[in-house]
């Protein structure tokens, strides 16, 4: 091989200069992920009440969720190779139950309240699927074990209260999970604002 091929000892790899780019373009952005983190926040006071005001956030927070999937799908079906029109149905579906989730927040939320054990079944199967699908590449797959066993057990708890319990569970929960979410948030800004240098 000649010398000529042979990359400069003081050359970049390739791609390293272009990252590098992508992270100082993105890193304008940084103030994105601390105003989200503010609102998170917010809505994680809003929600920790335990008033009216609560209960229709949470309903609106469904609904922006459904708008998110709803989005999601349209991506896949505008971009998907098969099963395109199962993307669109379930998108239009979506958008149905996010337009309903803002319109009647109340109910919205009493719904999920209602079928809050189930929603613990159902992020139990998968935390506990996920964790023995990553037994064989991830030491700490037993984390993930233990906290689908917790879940599923709670499924099962929820199932057996009374909707008062379930809806202070739900609020309680979805306070606590705004707040966390608030800090990552805030946090991942001032990472992505680093990236400037």
Not at 64 to 82: N, R, Y
Not at 141 to 163: D, E, R, T
Request: charged share 10%; net charge neutral; glycine share 12%.
């Amino acid at each position: 091989m000649s010398s000529s091929a042979l990359p400069h000892s003081g050359s970049p790899v390739l791609g390293t200069s272009e990252s590098s780019a992508v992270g100082r373009d993105i890193s304008g952005f940084w103030w994105l992920w601390l105003v989200t983190g503010v609102i998170w926040i917010g809505a994680a006071f809003v929600v920790l009440q335990f008033d009216a005001a609560s209960i229709k956030t949470i309903g609106i927070l469904a609904g922006c969720l459904f708008m998110f999937a709803a989005f999601g799908q349209l991506v896949e079906a505008a971009f998907g190779d098969s099963l395109r029109w199962l993307s669109a149905i379930f998108a239009v579906l979506l958008v149905g139950a996010g337009i309903l989730s803002f319109v009647n927040p109340e109910k919205t939320f009493a719904g999920i309240a209602d079928i809050l054990g189930f929603l613990f079944l159902m992020v139990g199967v998968m935390w506990t699927i996920e964790a023995l699908i990553a037994r064989a590449g991830n030491p700490l797959w037993w984390l993930g074990l233990i906290s689908g066993i917790l879940m599923l057990i709670l499924a099962f708890w929820m199932s057996g209260q009374f909707f008062i319990e379930k809806a202070y569970t739900l609020l309680v929960l979805t306070g606590v999970w705004a707040l966390m979410k608030g800090v990552i948030d805030i946090v991942r800004g001032f990472q992505v604002r680093s990236l400037r240098a």
